[in-house]
């Protein structure tokens, strides 16, 4: 940190390449930086992409696979150590991460899902109609291109719930979808989904509950509240 915070004090244009598959809390720098790069565990050609990425010659569409806390204890409940391995007894929570973050209402720094590109993405209304079987959904929303690259986006749908009675995750990832566009392009992209995924596990009877309730189907281009447009379920039965 005292070694990004030194370069960035002499020369504004820096890259922060990170190469990690744990969250990272990045409070003590990122303000300083023009642009973060994360890489995730990119292999022996992670050198070649870093550089391609950088010069230009590639748009980056990779995701995070987790959200990124402010703070770490924001990313479990309270109560919760940090440090499990100092403790003779762990507890394990219901929720936590993004999850848990949803929902006890506390923003990260980065959303799960959590991507830039060189070009400029949007989402039309969402669709939700019925599929080949009852609890087959296909949930259908135009993305459109509206900057001056070629991109690829990648189409992200949750699902809450905000009147089940099951004690349940606040959210939840239920499907995914890419597409590639041109500039200026518009297509519209179909995520096949199930309500089963919705379902939760009911210890009392041992089976699967899919409740009978109104579950908001989210989609966007990640997991920020303010980037996600809703449609409603309804399961009447």
């Not at 744990?22 to 973060?36: G, M």
């Not at 990119?42 to 010659?57: C, Q, V």
């Not at 590109?117 to 599929?131: A, D, H, Q, V």
């Not at 990832?173 to 392009?185: I, Y």
Request: charged share 20%.
């Amino acid at each position: 940190v005292d070694l990004i915070r030194a370069v960035a004090a002499v020369n504004a244009k820096i890259v922060v390449a990170m190469s990690s598959g744990q969250v990272v809390v990045v409070e003590d720098f990122v303000d300083s930086v023009p642009a973060i790069l994360w890489m995730g565990y990119p292999g022996p050609f992670g050198g070649k992409a870093l550089a391609e990425i950088i010069a230009g010659e590639v748009n980056p569409s990779g995701r995070m696979t987790s959200a990124t806390p402010r703070l770490a204890s924001d990313w479990v409940p309270d109560g919760i150590t940090l440090e499990p391995w100092k403790s003779a007894e762990i507890a394990y929570p219901y929720s936590h991460g993004f999850k848990h973050m949803w929902g006890a209402g506390i923003p990260p720094r980065y959303p799960i899902g959590w991507g830039l590109s060189y070009t400029i993405f949007s989402f039309n209304e969402p669709t939700l109609r019925s599929g080949a079987s009852e609890l087959d959904l296909i949930l259908r929303v135009k993305v459109t291109n509206s900057g001056q690259r070629v991109g690829r986006e990648t189409v992200q749908v949750y699902v809450t719930c905000q009147n089940c009675q099951q004690k349940r995750q606040p959210i939840l990832l239920v499907g995914f979808g890419s597409v590639e566009l041109g500039m200026g392009e518009t297509q519209e992209v179909a995520v096949d989904l199930s309500a089963r995924e919705f379902a939760v596990y009911d210890s009392a009877s041992e089976k699967w509950l899919l409740e009978q309730a109104s579950y908001t189907v989210l989609v966007g281009p990640n997991a920020l509240a303010d980037n996600l447009k809703g449609v409603e379920y309804s399961v009447d039965e």
